[in-house]
């Protein structure tokens, strides 16, 4: 499976306080279950800066990563980015092949 990284940007009336962030955060990770129950969840962080959150996960392929991003973006998101993630040492094996 491929790792993913989801960068997402919430809109200001969706953060809400904690009870309310929580429990959208978990209707949000149960529809994205349900959805998408091939998926593996990694990590989920909080950020400060540009993005709300970042999540990490595996998805066997892209088109998985493109509906995590959707379901993401139906339940409030302003912007919801899949990325690709090559692991460190996987990415040092393809440069020195170049």
Do not use: Q
């Amino acid at each position: 499976m491929a790792v993913f990284v989801l960068l997402t940007k919430l809109s200001p009336s969706s953060i809400g306080g904690a009870e309310t962030r929580e429990n959208i955060g978990r209707e949000w990770f149960d529809t994205v279950k349900k959805k998408c129950p091939e998926v593996t969840w990694l990590e989920h962080y909080a950020l400060l800066g540009a993005y709300d959150f970042m999540d990490i996960y595996e998805a066997p392929n892209e088109e998985t990563a493109a509906k995590v991003s959707m379901i993401t973006m139906r339940k409030g998101a302003v912007t919801a980015e899949s990325m690709p993630a090559i692991p460190y040492k996987k990415y040092l094996e393809i440069i020195k092949k170049l």
